[in-house]
Nanobody
Framework: QVQLVESGGGLVQTGGSLRLSCAASGTISSIYTMAWYRQAPGTQRELVATITNGGSANYADSVKGRFTISRDSAKNTVYLQMNSLKPEDTAVYYC??????????????WGQGTQVTVSS
């Protein structure tokens, strides 16, 4: 059974920084794309950033230049470094990953979410 466990959320002031972590555990053959999504109350979940197993990253326009996604394959972990935080970044952040428990059968998995609150 595969689980994604997120950590690092919290309360920060405008302009502050925060680093989110998401560690995958369980029976894992390999992990392909990993990503971060976020969802504010009353809004749809939106994609924040993605990173491939080759390290290629993409970002939503709203966070480009402020957030950095990275991964540590040896630890099955993805990170989201968030700098210059704004109140608009306040949301529950979710980790997502396509994981194969057997070779070449990738399926999506989700973390439980971690709250990020940016105060003005």
């Amino acid at each position: 059974q595969v689980q994604l466990v997120e950590s690092g959320g919290g309360l920060v002031q405008t302009g502050g920084s925060l680093r989110l972590s998401c560690a995958a555990s369980g029976t894992i053959s390999s992990i392909y794309t990993m990503a971060w999504y976020r969802q504010a109350p009353g809004t749809q979940r939106e994609l924040v950033a993605t990173i491939t197993n080759g390290g290629s990253a993409n970002y939503a326009d709203s966070v480009k230049g402020r957030f950095t996604i990275s991964r540590d394959s040896a630890k099955n972990t993805v990170y989201l470094q968030m700098n210059s935080l704004k109140p608009e970044d306040t949301a529950v952040y979710y980790c997502n990953a396509y994981i194969a428990v057997v070779s070449f059968t990738y399926r999506p998995y989700w973390g439980q979410g971690t709250q990020v609150t940016v105060s003005s």
